[in-house]
Structure formats: structure tokens, C-alpha cells
């Protein structure tokens, strides 16, 4: 079955808070019914009942995505709530502020694992799904997966594995009913950055050249590209990199 308004049904991964609760309400808007997924319980008990009073068909799942395992039960207990899935959103991630000789093995590894390696087993597991309801897939990027930023480097290398995996896909599936896209936002007002310190001695002037002449976007306006991307109205688009970052990356 094709895309369809009145049916579809959307996985957010990141759904809790910040752009991924943003996007669930903007796919919400259309119609959507939701599987939102996220390591904070109680946040995500609050989102899911939020937009179940508003309406929606919403359901969560708590989980860390930092393993393969778990990706695949998230897609799975899609599949067994709803008995199908159209839409894959990729929007979870973690960032650290640090020197780059600093970073410890342990925060390199679970950012990997969390932004670049997780949106890989969530396609991975999706992808079949996805096919027979000739749906698509939307990963959130970063601007940092474009251009050089600084004190963010194992953020950055993430956001840029995951623009690769975008395109990768949607070249191996070209021929087959699915489409596979990413935005890039800039900076908007969200936790991500608010619960990361910056550590002593940066330069701000270098993080400067990335925050922007413009105020952080409210992701509600970022969610909105999102929603549309992953809505049959934008058939069109396959392998596309989006940004949506206050013209950051534009030089
Ligand atoms: N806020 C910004 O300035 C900004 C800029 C560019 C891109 N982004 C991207 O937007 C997306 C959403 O981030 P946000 O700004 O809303 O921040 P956020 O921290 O509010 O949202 C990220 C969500 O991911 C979840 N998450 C983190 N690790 C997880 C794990 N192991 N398992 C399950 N869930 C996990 C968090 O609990 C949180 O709810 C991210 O992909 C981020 O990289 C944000």
C-alpha cells in the first residue's frame, strides 16, 4: 500500500523531547499514528500522553539504541502495535563538547554507536517494512556532517557517517518503491546542548564560524521540513541532503 495520509504510521527515535517530540507532533498533525522511542522513561511516558490527549494515536517504547538489539525490538514492537510501518525518523543523538585530545574511548564509542551505528540497525530492521508500504526514511543530521566543527569532533565524524548512510541507501534501493532522505539543522534551543558543559580553554571565536549570525531555530520550524520530507507530497525526493540551519553551511 502506498504512502497514505489516513494510515500511515511513523517510528521516532529521539521522540521524547527537543526535534523529535517537535517532528512527532508535526507527523501527528497529518494524521500520523506514532512509535515514539527513547532512553528517558519518564520524559517519553510524558510526550506519549501528551499527544494521546491531543488526539493522536501514540505509543512508546523505552530503550537504549546504543545496541543492535534493541533498534530491531523497536521496529518489531511497530510491527506487532500497528502491523506496518511507513516512516522511519532517526532523530536521537548525543553530543559532548571536549578537546579533541581528550575525548575518552568510552564517549567516542557510544556517540558512534548512538548517532551513526543506531540509524544504521533501525534501517537495517525498517527497510523490509518500509518496501511493502513503499514508506521512506528521514535521519537527522547536523550541519556538523557538512562543514568542520570544532570541540565536536566525534559528533561531527557522526552526523557525517549518517549523511553517507543516507546516501548509500538510497543509491541501493534507486530501483525499489522506498525513499530515503536527511535533513541537516543548525542550532536550535534544545537539551542536547544545554547538558553538555564546554570544557576550558576553547577558542570561541572557532565555535563561532558554526552558531551562526542568526537566533537558534525553534524546532517546531525544523520539524516542519521533516514532516514534509517524509510525506507523500514530497515523492520527489530521494537521496536528498536538506538543510534547515539559518544558512550556516550556505558560507
Ligand atoms: N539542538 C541543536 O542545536 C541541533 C543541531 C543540529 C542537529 N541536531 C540534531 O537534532 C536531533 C535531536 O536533538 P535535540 O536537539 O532535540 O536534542 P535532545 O537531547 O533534546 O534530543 C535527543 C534525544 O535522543 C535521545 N537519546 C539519546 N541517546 C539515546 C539512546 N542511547 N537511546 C535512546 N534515545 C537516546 C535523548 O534521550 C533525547 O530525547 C539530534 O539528532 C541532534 O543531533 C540538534
Same mark, same amino acid.
Given at each position: 500500500? @502506498?504512502?497514505?495520509?489516513?494510515?500511515?504510521?511513523?517510528?521516532?527515535?529521539?521522540?521524547?523531547?527537543? &526535534?523529535?517530540?517537535?517532528?512527532?507532533?508535526? %507527523?501527528?498533525?497529518?494524521?500520523?499514528?506514532?512509535?515514539?522511542?527513547?532512553?528517558?522513561?519518564?520524559? %517519553?511516558?510524558?510526550?506519549?500522553?501528551? #499527544?494521546?490527549?491531543?488526539?493522536?494515536? /501514540?505509543?512508546?517504547?523505552?530503550?537504549?539504541?546504543?545496541?543492535?538489539?534493541? /533498534?530491531?525490538?523497536?521496529?518489531?514492537?511497530?510491527?506487532?502495535?500497528?502491523?506496518?510501518?511507513?516512516? %522511519?525518523?532517526?532523530?536521537?543523538? #548525543?553530543?559532548?563538547?571536549?578537546?579533541?585530545?581528550?575525548?575518552?574511548?568510552?564517549?567516542?564509542?557510544?556517540?558512534?554507536?548512538?548517532?551513526? +551505528?543506531?540509524?544504521?540497525?533501525?534501517?537495517?530492521?525498517?527497510? @523490509?517494512?518500509? #518496501?511493502?508500504?513503499?514508506?521512506?526514511?528521514?535521519?537527522? &543530521?547536523?550541519?556538523?556532517?557538512?562543514?568542520?566543527?570544532?570541540?565536536?569532533?566525534?559528533?561531527?565524524?557522526?552526523?557525517?557517517?549518517?549523511?553517507? #548512510?543516507?546516501?548509500? &541507501?538510497?543509491?541501493?534501493?534507486?530501483?525499489?518503491?522506498?525513499?530515503?532522505?536527511?535533513?541537516?539543522?543548525?542550532?536550535?534551543?534544545?537539551?542536547?546542548?544545554?547538558?553538555?558543559?564546554?570544557?576550558?580553554?576553547?577558542?570561541?571565536?572557532?565555535?563561532?564560524?558554526?552558531?551562526?549570525?542568526?537566533?537558534?531555530?525553534?524546532?517546531?520550524?525544523? +520539524?516542519?521540513?521533516?514532516?514534509?520530507?517524509?510525506?507523500?507530497?514530497?515523492?520527489?525526493?530521494?537521496?536528498?541532503?536538506?538543510? +534547515?540551519?539559518?544558512?550556516?553551511?550556505?558560507?
Amino acid at each position: 500500500m @502506498p504512502e497514505d495520509k489516513d494510515t500511515r504510521v511513523a517510528l521516532v527515535t529521539g521522540g521524547a523531547r527537543g &526535534l523529535g517530540r517537535a517532528i512527532a507532533e508535526a %507527523l501527528l498533525a497529518q494524521g500520523v499514528r506514532l512509535m515514539l522511542v527513547d532512553i528517558l522513561g519518564d520524559r %517519553l511516558e510524558q510526550t506519549r500522553a501528551d #499527544l494521546a490527549a491531543a488526539g493522536g494515536t /501514540c505509543r512508546s517504547f523505552v530503550t537504549d539504541i546504543s545496541q543492535r538489539d534493541n /533498534c530491531r525490538a523497536a521496529v518489531e514492537a511497530t510491527i506487532a502495535a500497528y502491523g506496518r510501518l511507513d516512516v %522511519l525518523i532517526n532523530a536521537a543523538a #548525543l553530543m559532548r563538547f571536549n578537546h579533541a585530545v581528550d575525548v575518552p574511548e568510552a564517549e567516542f564509542n557510544r556517540i558512534m554507536q548512538v548517532n551513526a +551505528a543506531a540509524p544504521f540497525w533501525f534501517a537495517q530492521a525498517a527497510i @523490509p517494512h518500509l #518496501l511493502e508500504s513503499q514508506g521512506n526514511i528521514v535521519n537527522v &543530521l547536523s550541519q556538523s556532517a557538512l562543514m568542520g566543527t570544532s570541540y565536536i569532533v566525534p559528533y561531527s565524524m557522526s552526523k557525517a557517517a549518517v549523511m553517507q #548512510l543516507t546516501k548509500s &541507501l538510497a543509491v541501493e534501493y534507486v530501483d525499489k518503491p522506498i525513499r530515503i532522505n536527511a535533513v541537516a539543522p543548525g542550532s536550535m534551543m534544545t537539551e542536547i546542548s544545554s547538558e553538555a558543559p564546554i570544557p576550558d580553554g576553547v577558542d570561541f571565536a572557532k565555535m563561532k564560524r558554526y552558531s551562526g549570525e542568526r537566533p537558534p531555530a525553534d524546532p517546531a520550524a525544523v +520539524a516542519a521540513v521533516v514532516a514534509f520530507i517524509s510525506s507523500p507530497a514530497a515523492q520527489g525526493v530521494h537521496g536528498a541532503i536538506w538543510t +534547515a540551519d539559518n544558512g550556516v553551511t550556505a558560507g
